[in-house]
């Protein structure tokens, strides 16, 4: 027994040293640990549950801010400093966080300590019993809790003073953030000026590398992503009019020529309302990865200048940062991101092209390793790109690639680093709890890239935070507020709360404008139809058929459901198409897909048939089990209940009996 402790011991203190000598990465979680360890995370978890019964996110968590309260009672820097130092990238979800686990902000250590060592020498003076402190509970005596009611006060009136004079001196909190609001941007395609059509990419590269430049400064309120300014790509609309629709600032545009290894190219900033040209640039040099870079970094730095913003130590290095030494290799990979923007298999088939040649001439190039981490991992999910299984084993080894290489100092945009951890951690891994963990820091912070929200919010809607989710689609569109796929998903936000006109108005409102959006078409389609608006399901599905050669498990299950509810033959038809599916283990999880067809018919055995075949297949789309509306009715069979419980869905809330 001691020695097996001391094995115990020993792994613990390992754990330990790793984590310390990655504490103020804010990037190092559970995937990170198991891979200095050698480990799968499925091993750390199960061993590290065996000894102390926590979880792996939760015990580098707890470690965390016991360092952190080492730091805070030696005063070694203010809490928002530590709470960097500590490894996290938010000093308000450290807050929040440190009052969970010690039951107090970080803020009142000092004064607690003081209190507490007086109390403790109260306690030694009177030969009082003698035992340990917890920090977690303190006693204080009539004294102390005097002593902290008055600082209370003197704390509260100190600030209404300075909240007042801050009125008269200076920029108030509310001036701020709208001062904050005032920083949005959007960087406007620019022209293909090299007479080549093929060359599209490389002008659209570079206007996503100077957006991703701008992202990094956080200063910036708001920079628009790329596909909420491609619609503008060949517009006639004048500057302030594409500001207003857009809700910014700022505008840059411009041109890009490419011929041969010549570059050239002209911007021109623009503050939209009064038309104030800012700053232009005219730009001739060659295309190699030392110019090209510098541009973009200039470009980036020359606009937070005309825009007054201030930018950070870390984010100058980040923007100065010249991932790969290779023009050829920058190429393809611009070619991939290309490709991958398209948002379609085919697009995606050619971004893993483009992104390994990138790899094959520059094998220390980050950024490709984290564009085929996402391409493989959406590919499994449920618009059925390639094989379930092929998709995470690919998925996983080239973020693991992807973080070996951040861990070595090579720079990546973390955003995209954390959405490609939460998809691998919720639909592959159904780690249900570390995914919460990731909700909660992605909604404390408001500067993320888009994207995240977006997965955040999957996570949000099919977990039971709906009006989390609602907020998160919010925030979302005011990053994108272009993007058709988001307005589907606040329909659904609405109807998951029960708010079913709000999300028909929705629709309706999106239905024309958005009917050639892929995303939209699919998303919108499935909320008519829980919404019993079969009709509109239908015309949106046809519309989908009719553009789109894809045909994914979910749009099968349209198809059954709706020519069943239409009283078709042809149901049966395409039940027979989920099933061949299902036979040749396509990825888009079609056993879900089947178990909710025979919920659709009311055949619940089968309903159960099906969901523990997409459990023992492991499909993405159970992360769906706790929410999906067509098994509300199955919430208290014991069936419904033991899976709940093996998905992972019981450690974060008990059912909830459904009432119709």
Not at 277 to 282: A, F, R
Not at 334 to 341: D, K, T
Not at 463 to 492: E, V
Request: hydrophobic share 35%.
């Amino acid at each position: 027994m001691t020695n097996q402790l001391s094995i115990d011991q020993v792994f613990i203190n390992n754990l330990n040293t790793i984590i310390e000598d990655h504490i103020e990465d804010d990037q190092f979680g559970v995937e990170e640990l198991a891979i200095a360890l050698g480990i799968s995370r499925s091993q750390l978890h199960r061993k590290l549950n065996a000894i102390n019964g926590k979880s792996t996110s939760q015990f580098i968590r707890e470690f965390r801010l016991e360092k952190a309260m080492e730091m805070l009672q030696d005063d070694v820097a203010t809490a928002s400093e530590i709470s960097y130092k500590v490894g996290f990238n938010s000093p308000t979800y450290f807050n929040t966080s440190f009052h969970q686990y010690y039951g107090y902000p970080p803020g009142e250590v000092k004064f607690r300590n003081h209190l507490v060592n007086e109390d403790e020498e109260e306690i030694q003076a009177s030969n009082a019993e003698k035992q340990p402190i917890s920090i977690k509970r303190k006693l204080f005596n009539r004294t102390s809790f005097f002593i902290v009611a008055l600082a209370i006060l003197v704390i509260i009136s100190f600030s209404y003073y300075n909240y007042s004079t801050s009125a008269n001196t200076g920029p108030s909190e509310n001036k701020e953030s709208i001062k904050q609001e005032e920083n949005t941007i959007a960087v406007l395609p620019l022209k293909n000026w090299s007479g080549d059509p093929e060359l599209e990419y490389i002008s659209d590269g570079m206007t996503d590398a100077i957006i991703a430049k701008l992202s990094q400064i956080q200063a910036i309120k708001r920079v628009m992503p790329f596909t909420s300014i491609v619609k503008y790509k060949d517009t006639d609309k004048d500057i302030n009019t594409i500001a207003k629709e857009l809700g910014v600032k700022y505008v840059l545009e411009g041109n890009f020529k490419l011929s041969g290894t010549q570059v050239q190219s002209n911007l021109n900033l623009v503050e939209a309302g009064n038309n104030k040209h800012l700053w232009s640039l005219e730009y001739t040099g060659v295309w190699n990865s030392d110019e090209i870079f510098e541009l973009q970094a200039s470009i980036a730095e020359n606009i937070a200048n005309k825009m007054k913003v201030n930018i950070g130590t870390t984010e100058i290095k980040s923007i100065k940062n010249k991932p790969t030494a290779n023009e050829e290799a920058y190429k393809l990979y611009l070619r991939g991101q290309y490709e991958y923007s398209k948002l379609s298999k085919k697009g995606f088939d050619n971004a893993i092209y483009f992104f390994e040649q990138a790899i094959s001439i520059d094998s220390s190039f980050i950024d490709p390793y984290a564009g085929l981490a996402k391409t493989h991992l959406i590919m499994g999910l449920v618009w059925g790109g390639e094989s379930q299984i092929v998709a995470e084993k690919e998925g996983r080894k080239y973020y693991y690639k992807t973080v070996q290489l951040y861990q070595k100092g090579d720079l990546i945009n973390q955003s995209e680093l954390l959405r490609i951890k939460m998809m691998i951690e919720f639909h592959y891994d159904w780690d249900v709890e570390s995914s919460i963990e990731d909700l909660n820091f992605v909604a404390e912070s408001p500067n993320l890239y888009w994207e995240v929200y977006g997965m955040a919010m999957d996570i949000a809607r099919k977990t039971g935070r709906f009006q989390l989710a609602l907020t998160l689609t919010k925030r979302n569109l005011t990053f994108n507020p272009s993007n058709p796929g988001s307005y589907a998903s606040l329909a659904q936000c609405y109807y998951m709360q029960g708010k079913n006109e709000m999300a028909l108005q929705i629709l309706k409102e999106n239905d024309t404008v958005s009917a050639d959006d892929y995303f939209y078409l699919l998303e919108a389609s499935r909320v008519y139809y829980y919404l019993s608006e079969y009709k509109s399901s239908r015309q949106l599905l046809n519309i989908f058929m009719k553009i789109f050669t894809d045909r994914p498990p979910v749009i099968i299950w349209l198809n059954a459901v709706l020519n069943n509810v239409d009283g078709n033959k042809e149901s049966q038809n395409y039940l027979d198409q989920l099933h061949q599916q299902y036979n040749t283990k396509v990825s888009g999880s079609p056993a879900w897909f089947l178990a909710l067809y025979y919920a659709h018919i009311k055949d619940y055995d089968n309903t159960f048939v099906w969901l523990q075949k997409s459990y023992d297949r492991h499909e993405v789309e159970m992360t769906w089990l706790k929410e999906e509306p067509l098994l509300r009715p199955l919430r208290t069979d014991p069936r419904y209940i033991e899976l709940y419980d093996k998905v992972g869905f019981a450690k974060i809330a008990p059912i909830t009996p459904y009432v119709d």
